[in-house]
T-cell receptor
Framework: EPEVTQTPSHQVTQMGQEVILRCVPI?????FYWYRQILGQKVEFLVS????????KSEIFDDQFSVERPDGSNFTLKIRSTKLEDSAMYFC?????????????FGPGTRLTVL | QKEVEQDPGPLSVPEGAIVSLNCTYS??????FMWYRQYSRKGPELLMY????GNKEDGRFTAQVDKSSKYISLFIRDSQPSDSATYLC?????????????FGSGTRLSIRP
């Protein structure tokens, strides 16, 4: 069964460093998303991406964040200068079509720890 | 008021019991209502999806939406130890063309053998 994959599973970084979280969405999906979940808190929407453009972003997704689809298979989330409060699980998701009725498939997540 | 509220639990019930999980919400624009299951160290997995008000049944799972009360429920019949997980209610508004999902905080459920 096709699935979304994410690497690395755990990333430890120093405050102020740049990190890139990588995702490989399901191959025929066209819509991509990043969510994050701070420990003990709810899963929060960060950004959605389609046709090489951001479709929607939350207030969390400030200038420190960027997303990119560098090739035909990867989808990345970059945090330019990490802060302690960026420590969280980051989930990538993808869907075949647009619209809430189309299931978003989630990856297993990358645990980011900022020291 | 939070957009989506969900009792975090934990909820512990014996095997075979009927489980009721609930969420309330404040945004009238929500039209799509979902329940996700999340096992430890895994991403959320869609269990059930409902559009607007009403009931939907899938095997041992029943989802209910009452838009007039802004209240949604998930019922699990004949609960099994394998149902032990965190259950997240989630919602999306029709105007959100990018399908942004708003999640509840999740209820941790444990089914005792």
């Amino acid at each position: 069964e096709p699935e979304v994959t994410q690497t690395p599973s755990h990333q430890v970084t120093q405050m102020g460093q740049e990190v890139i979280l990588r995702c490989v969405p399901i191959s025929n999906h066209l819509y991509f998303y990043w969510y994050r979940q701070i420990l003990g808190q709810k899963v929060e929407f960060l950004v959605s991406f389609y046709n090489n453009e951001i479709s929607e972003k939350s207030e969390i997704f400030d200038d420190q964040f960027s997303v990119e689809r560098p090739d035909g298979s990867n989808f990345t989330l970059k945090i330019r200068s990490t802060k302690l409060e960026d420590s969280a699980m980051y989930f990538c998701a993808s869907s075949e079509r647009q619209g809430a009725e189309h299931e978003q498939f989630f990856g297993p997540g990358t645990r980011l720890t900022v020291l | 008021q939070k957009e989506v509220e969900q009792d975090p639990g934990p909820l512990s019930v014996p095997e075979g019991a009927i489980v009721s999980l609930n969420c309330t919400y404040s945004n009238s624009a929500f039209q799509y209502f979902m329940w996700y299951r999340q096992y430890s160290r895994k991403g959320p997995e869609l269990l059930m999806y409902t559009y607007s008000s009403g009931n939907k049944e899938d095997g041992r799972f029943t989802a209910q939406v009452d838009k007039s009360s802004k209240y949604i429920s998930l019922f699990i019949r004949d609960s099994q130890p394998s149902d032990s997980a965190t259950y997240l209610c989630a919602m999306s508004a029709f105007y959100s063309s990018a399908s942004k999902i708003i999640f509840g905080s999740g209820t941790r459920l444990s089914i005792r053998p």
